[in-house]
């Protein structure tokens, strides 16, 4: 599913960059976001990380409109909320996108 990963996802006036990344010296990293390099990191093992952006994309969210106020607790279970929403609901998601990329 990396395919369907963006290079970058903006965010209020902001250009999050997307790479991929391999934690060697760690295993319970599935992503990790540097809000001062504007940097979303995925784990490169994972073969779908559509969960773990929507996740880092809620963190971002969070510091750019809410002031970094929520707890790792509350970004998982809305991220996991949000997820589950958008995977779900293909035809609604679909809707948002230019006509033309639709299909
Ligand atoms: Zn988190």
């Known amino acids: 599913m990396w395919h369907c990963i963006p290079s970058t996802v903006k965010v209020g006036g902001h250009t999050y960059t997307v790479q991929r990344r391999i934690w ?18 995925l784990d490169g093992r994972d073969p779908d990380p559509r969960d773990t952006l929507v996740h880092e994309i ?4 969070d510091y750019v409109y809410n002031a970094g106020q929520l707890d790792e607790g509350t970004v ?6 949000i997820y589950q929403v958008l995977r779900d609901n293909p035809v609604w998601v679909r809707s ?3 006509k033309a990329r639709r299909s």
């Open 58 to 61: 809620l963190h971002v969210i």
């Open 96 to 98: 948002f996108l230019p």
């Open 24 to 41: 060697e010296e760690r295993d319970d990293v599935d992503g990790q976001t540097l809000h001062r390099l504007r940097l979303i990191r």
């Open 76 to 81: 998982r279970r809305l991220g996991e909320g």
